[in-house]
């Protein structure tokens, strides 16, 4: 960390700011310029409140050296991570695929989209009991109901389940999920990342709407912090000005955090664009730039159905998307 | 809401759309343009899905003409909303000012702070006992501690208390406290919202970091859908591409909440800037452009501390700004 | 063009609403609803002013049903552009690499870059004369000498030339030069685009930094609406909060303006990135999302050079991205 | 500026990267960290590339502790810049209001708006006679007839005149306007603001829309370091993700440029809104927050006029404005 101190900072308020430091256990290298004075910080500066240094008197700016999580960092793990998802493997250069309709309805219905896109080459399911809806006069899952439902889609197909907790709560319900997501709107509900951080089930952790790789990273270091180290992250789309997609996905958030983490990185391109016949050509894209995995959602598709979900695939399509997503795979590995 | 069809639909597919959509109650006015139809949707269309309605083979786009929210529109309440929180008015043409330090640290800080903020015209008590925190290695708050403490100086000056919640299982904590603040992280935490929504409390609600007012007067319908109409609305900064702020206040959002809900609209200047030189023109301007009130981050400054709070003001620094405020009020209501 | 009336609009202000749409040569259709009356504007609605309209005290709310361009437009041109860009074919299912320099500096310079970047598999070559530099202090171009090294550079591999013009004064000296590109931050430099617009040269738009599809699609428009129809479409990355890239690469925007607009698309990842090591992942996602080629920056690569381009690869670097590139894209078209 | 090192950098390129450092003609603090190493450097660093510098093999970031702004700088020049402007001062303390309407449209149009500003409070005349539009189809001003029109206004009122340029080639047409206004998709037209820099007019320069403080002010330093000191800032909305306002109107950024700058600062808040009932609120808002004045458009309002201006107040609106106004500016001043 480094300290740049303000041109007339009087030399009390130094004095005052370099005992604070060095009583955190940080040595000082100091460095005089024309205009301004640096003082570097050597040691572990984790706990440092760079903010409230920042706002001293003496203190025109703070800048960070080092990144401030730990057990997420590349730097102290250099070997990727792989996650054991109900026997399904994440991370570590496999390609898993998960798959399912947004929320599961009814049996018929988790079941025959379950087979269908193991079928197709999914090899986790997705399906939501409790929903993150904006309205609150909007369906909100089955709940308890629906993880009964997976667990049926699971036991026939043999596909892991994965499916989103809202509330630590309900955490007890989710004795046999095999992964549990964590939606982009509580990525910084601290208070159930630090329950999920003392269970043992692999965490899929969504980033937020508006967040940073950053705060993304720190949001996964609440839970690995707890004990638990299985976190796949899942990139769906970012905030921008720009209407034409529901969300702007940040593609390039893959190879940044290739770099930066040793924790597997998906990709879903359907909440992301919002759009079903946009999933295809970001589903190849985030492929193409080393994505470990897709998080795509599909529907059962019978014949007449008005309501078929604005961002869903029909099975066949998701197939299509299967097909290709391989063979880009394999470009990207060889 | 208005549902524009594609050039080359089929009649078929249309007449399916229609029935479905007078299933739902609705009339249907037919416009026939040179390249497009267009279905006037009349009735009450709250419940309809419009992403899943767009998402249709037939359908180009549509446009919603009514906003989705009905407990919080003022177009079904034209009188503003006055909130009893604890004693004082918040709402209906009074300015009320909330302030007090970050986090509630020890009781001696606490009540100190109480005392100095009402001394200079602050009507309510803040004081964060449960601390949202980007880091899992950062003070996390007192908790039950801190809470009590903030009762002791509720009883000392008489000033109600606002303190913010992260978890439903939290709310038997919250008794005493006169106003229930949901932060920005956990404006869209909607268990959270609908268990707040069944108690008989005041809500602050702070806009979330990068939600547009129509989802924050959504989640305000949340809390109202449940039975709870003491909602506040609070701004404080929205993430931007800017980094010489800490956030964007959005203060053009305080005219524009004024025209859309009957609900009180406070700023937030101290969480906006996150530098305490800013506050004060920024509490300025918020008075100037019609908010109900401010809350405004205050901490005791005895001689010496280190460690003041980026964009905490002092005692004195407070009482300027409440002159001023006060001055700038007098010129908006006349 | 949809026109929302206001729920108390008073019928005179109606009535002179209407009489002044239909003297536009519109026929109106109007929709009674309880809350709100619906006016279905329908003809050419491309010359009214929508805010001026929305701004009236009769009406809520405007709603564009068409796009507001024409040439640009899909649906009126359903084939692809096919732009000849002094003898490569760009659009049209074709594949298109653009590669250079940042900055063309040397004759020595531009001949090896231009040579290595042919023998790796680029088609076109670029490289700046005129630069656009937030900084007044910084390198500016070898202007006029920069562009006759690259028509050196031309005449000794046969690839035609990009370069980017930063003022219409400028156009003679861009006399031998295939392709003319419109940098970011000229996107809306509407007098430039005019000028444009009056020649018979390919023009490489560049999306501004923070402007919407349709924003860029207009800009497009300015030049084709002036006779130049050979207008190609180049995204380099949008401004958003994250900081870990420069800008953030909005890929969605391929499939979006393949369905949107009949002109070509090319990604830029080195100035969208500004990162030479995402270069090569984010190149073969906008490949495999469908892109009809890159821009990509090389440079020389003398051993021991100190100053190599934070963005830009080497002749090796760059052989294997056009490598992976191809086999992506017969993924793509298979 | 600092340059931190990657923990594996070689030494052979740590001494090839001080060396090229040295020459530059730098002074070199080193501070070696348990994982990292940190050359602080000392000097004029206002040319030094720091993307470049950031890109080599060695350098893990770089960290500016200057700003590359010199002659916009509070620092190197700590009192007030005072602009005059055709007789009228902006800045150091003085509040000036510049009023006008959108565009020029005929000669009793701006004689009239001219006399009702005037009378009103208004000290300056605005009026474009270049528009920049979206659209290639919309109305593009009255061009050099707008210009003559304008000095009739002058004549008839004694108002200064400020009027927006499009491009460097129209400069001569400029000769008797008193403020030559820079719009904001012009920001960073570099090449316009060389040939302005060369002028001796008073520039008003307005914020790009998604431009940060940092690029605003090296927009205004490229005007000064061609020899014009007279640069006026002007912020009309920034882009976000919020769309119920046009744009979002920084208000922050008055205070943020106060200490950055000694040039004055305006507030657009017509532009910035892009509605007219949100310019009051919102002019009064930025008076509060300490802008050196206001630019709002006024329309001359004859009655049964259909087409207003959806952002344009009535000559009594704008008069009631001033009066509010001027009644913050007190409060800010005492």
Sequence with gaps: MIVILKDHAKQEQIDKLKAFLMQLGLRIDESKGDHSTILGLVGDTTRVDADLIASLDAVEAVRRVQEPYKKANRKFHPEDSVIDCGGVQVGGGLFQIIAGPCSVETEEQIITVAKAVKEAGATLLR???????TSPYAFQGLHADGLRLLKL???????????????????????????????????????LLKVLGH???????????ANTIQEWLMSAEYIMAGGNDRVI?????IRTYETATRNTLDLSSVPVLKEKTH????????????VAKLVKPMAMAATACGADGLMIEVHNDP????????????????????????????????
């Excluded at 043999?158 to 907790?165: A, D, N």
């Excluded at 630590?168 to 004795?175: I, R």
């Excluded at 924790?263 to 919002?274: E, Q």
């Design 199 to 209: 269970t043992d089930k692999p965490i899929l952790l969504k980033r937020g709407l």
């Design 263 to 274: 924790l597997p990185v998906l990709i879903d391109p359907s909440h992301a664009t919002g």
């Design 303 to 334: 014949k007449n159905a008005l309501c078929d979900g604005a961002q869903s695939l029909t099975p066949e399509q998701f197939a299509d998307v299967v097909r290709r997503v391989k063979a880009i795979r394999e470009v990207v590995q060889n």
């Design 153 to 191: 889609a699971k036991q026939e197909t043999g596909l892991p389940i994965v499916t989103e907790i809202m509330d630590a709560a309900h955490l007890d319900l989710f004795e046999d999920v095999d992964v549990i997501q964590v939606g982009a709107r509580n990525m910084q509900n601290f208070e």
């Design 127 to 133: 399906g939501g009991a409790f929903k993150p809806r």
């Design 233 to 237: 992250l899942c990139e769906r789309g």
